[in-house]
T-cell receptor, first 113, second 114 residues
Framework: AQSVTQLGSHVSVSEGALVLLRCNYS??????LFWYVQYPNQGLQLLLK??????LVKGINGFEAEFKKSETSFHLTKPSAHMSDAAEYFC???????????FGTGTSLTVIP | GAGVSQSPSNKVTEKGKDVELRCDPI?????LYWYRQSLGQGLEFLIY????????KSGLPSDRFSAERTGGSVSTLTIQRTQQEDSAVYLC????????????FGPGTRLTVT
């Protein structure tokens, strides 16, 4: 069985500051890992994903995440927050079959001018 | 190409009525998922279709909920005898095995039960 834990349902950062959104997972097999973003009144869109290979993955809008197997983590970072980054962020994990796809409860990011 | 589409975008219904929500996945995507997102909550998995296999219905909250997928493409989520607690945004996503099942989401249907 798999699960996803996002620490911090709400995160506030100042504009220009580092963004760090935490995600830990549990999985019995090497998982696929995803971060999705949901802007207000919009659907979810993929930010980035890890499947195999390089453990540091880069996504859209300057976001990146690092898969750390030893820590079972896939934290999302961005060096400098922008006002437009304010949104809900969801971490997700799946096995390699597609029928076990689990989302975290989400982290709401607020960017303070 | 065209993304996942859902209809209607908004639906207001009276308690006790039945509703049907439609999802058109991306052409060629074999996997299709339904989720429910309540206000301020995460995504609650409802049901999963993969090709011609029997769907995974493990997330359906009650027997009032059902879904079908015709011809491996369009899917309909039906909620019978709607209750106020059914009010939520219902999201559909489709994916492809060779893309690691990366999910492409539709815009959702906002259901309000009065």
């Amino acid at each position: 069985a798999q699960s996803v834990t996002q620490l911090g349902s709400h995160v506030s950062v100042s504009e220009g500051a580092l963004v760090l959104l935490r995600c830990n997972y549990s999985s019995s097999v090497p998982p696929y890992l995803f971060w999705y973003v949901q802007y207000p009144n919009q659907g979810l869109q993929l930010l980035l994903k890890y499947t195999t290979g390089a453990t540091l993955v880069k996504g859209i809008n300057g976001f990146e995440a690092e898969f750390k197997k030893s820590e079972t983590s896939f934290h999302l970072t961005k060096p400098s927050a922008h006002m437009s980054d304010a949104a809900e962020y969801f971490c997700a994990v799946s096995d390699h079959t597609g029928n076990q796809f689990y989302f975290g409860t989400g982290t709401s990011l607020t960017v303070i001018p | 190409g065209a993304g996942v589409s859902q209809s209607p975008s908004n639906k207001v219904t009276e308690k006790g009525k039945d509703v049907e929500l439609r999802c058109d996945p991306i052409s060629g995507h074999t996997a299709l998922y339904w989720y429910r997102q309540s206000l301020g909550q995460g995504l609650e998995f409802l049901i999963y279709f993969q090709g011609n296999s029997a769907p995974d219905k493990s997330g359906l909250p009650s027997d009032r909920f059902s879904a079908e997928r015709t011809g491996g493409s369009v899917s309909t989520l039906t909620i019978q005898r709607t209750q106020q607690e059914d009010s939520a945004v219902y999201l559909c996503a489709s994916s492809l095995e060779r893309q690691a099942y990366e999910q492409y989401f539709g815009p959702g249907t906002r259901l309000t039960v009065t």
